[in-house]
Each structure stands twice: as C-alpha cells, then as structure tokens.
C-alpha cells in the first residue's frame, strides 16, 4: 500500500470525528440556551414583553391583560408563515370578542415587515422585534409558532409550525376566549 492510501482513511476518520465534536457542542449551546431561559409550557405566566407596532406605538403583552391573545411568532422569509398570514387574517376578520391577535414580526426591519404587510393586505397588528428579545423570552428556535394566551395572561396553547386552516385558528381563538 502507498503512504496515500493509509492517510485517506484516517482523514475520514478525522472529519467524522470533527462532525460528531461539533454536533455535541451544538447540542450542548442549545441546552444552555433552554437551561438560562427555561422552557415554557401550559400553565405558565407568558413573558411580559413591550414591542413597536408598524405605526410607532409601543405595546406591551401586559395591554391585553384580561382578553385571550393569540401571538403569533413569523417572518417574512419563513414559508410557513407566509402561507399562514392569509389564513390568520381571515380569522381575524371575523371579530372574535375578547380575542386579540398579535403577530410578531421577528428579526427584520419595519420596513420588510410592512411591505409584506401592505403586498399581503393583512389588517391585524404587526408588532416589531428586530433584535429578537420577544422571541428570546419564548425560547423560540424555529419560526413560525403560536401561543393562546387566556385573560389571566397564561400560556393555554403552544402551537408549533404552520396553521394549518382558518378552521384549526377559529377554534384556537375560541379556546382562548374569555
């Protein structure tokens, strides 16, 4: 055998050895994430957070205090969420009493968020999160995600993924209705 034919194999060895280095130090950044913020579930208070709206007006959760709130986490190039934004502003139209919907727009700039808006024709509130602190506090790792928050400002539902009809949203604000 040449001296080539021993060093393949050992470099093979070395990248998977590699891989699987990174793989544990990626697992292992995601758990000190989760451990620092912990993980949210039914039952909990939601995160408190203040936000802007497309027009410039500060809103915090604590705001809805008393109505079930629908906050849905999305962006612009996320295609789930895009696929999702019609079928939530049609539920939204239907005026649910004592049901807010607030969509958080994660980590894009005003101007990103309300052209999608205004190319959309969407007509519920659009909160700005440019730096991701909203999200943060939701221990969010994927877009989009949904959580119904009941009056007393608990976490009722966790709905990760898309929305899958106006249907399936209808009856997530209903369940959140006071």
Not at 68 to 85: K, R
Not at 122 to 144: Q, R, V, W
């Given at each position: 055998?040449?001296?080539?034919?021993?060093?393949?194999?050992?470099?093979?060895?070395?990248?998977?050895?590699?891989?699987?280095?990174?793989?544990?130090?990626?697992y292992?950044?995601?758990?000190?994430?989760?451990?620092?913020?912990?993980?949210?579930?039914?039952?909990?208070?939601?995160?408190e957070?203040?936000?802007?709206?497309?027009?410039?007006?500060?809103?915090?959760?604590?705001?809805?205090?008393?109505?079930?709130?629908?906050?849905?986490?999305?962006?612009?190039?996320?295609?789930?969420?895009?696929?999702?934004?019609?079928?939530?502003?049609?539920?939204?139209?239907?005026d649910?009493?004592?049901?807010a919907?607030?969509?958080?727009n994660?980590?894009?700039?005003?101007?990103?968020?309300?052209?999608?808006?205004?190319?959309?024709?969407?007509?519920?509130?659009?909160?700005?999160?440019?730096?991701?602190?909203?999200?943060?506090?939701?221990?969010?790792?994927?877009?989009?995600?949904?959580?119904?928050?009941?009056?007393q400002?608990?976490?009722?539902?966790?709905?990760?993924?898309?929305?899958?009809?106006?249907?399936?949203?209808?009856?997530?604000?209903?369940?959140?209705?006071?």
């Amino acid at each position: 055998m040449s001296r080539g034919a021993r060093i393949r194999p050992r470099t093979a060895l070395n990248a998977a050895i590699l891989i699987l280095l990174a793989a544990a130090l990626l697992y292992t950044l995601l758990q000190i994430r989760t451990d620092k913020q912990g993980i949210l579930r039914v039952g909990d208070a939601a995160p408190e957070f203040t936000a802007m709206t497309l027009e410039g007006e500060a809103v915090a959760l604590s705001d809805y205090r008393g109505q079930g709130v629908m906050l849905n986490f999305w962006a612009s190039w996320c295609g789930p969420c895009v696929s999702e934004m019609p079928r939530m502003n049609e539920a939204y139209e239907d005026d649910l009493p004592g049901v807010a919907v607030l969509a958080v727009n994660v980590g894009e700039s005003r101007g990103t968020a309300a052209g999608f808006v205004s190319d959309h024709k969407l007509t519920f509130p659009i909160l700005l999160d440019p730096s991701g602190e909203a999200a943060d506090s939701y221990g969010l790792i994927g877009l989009p995600r949904t959580f119904l928050i009941d009056k007393q400002g608990r976490i009722a539902q966790i709905v990760p993924g898309e929305l899958a009809s106006v249907d399936q949203i209808r009856e997530l604000m209903e369940s959140v209705r006071p």
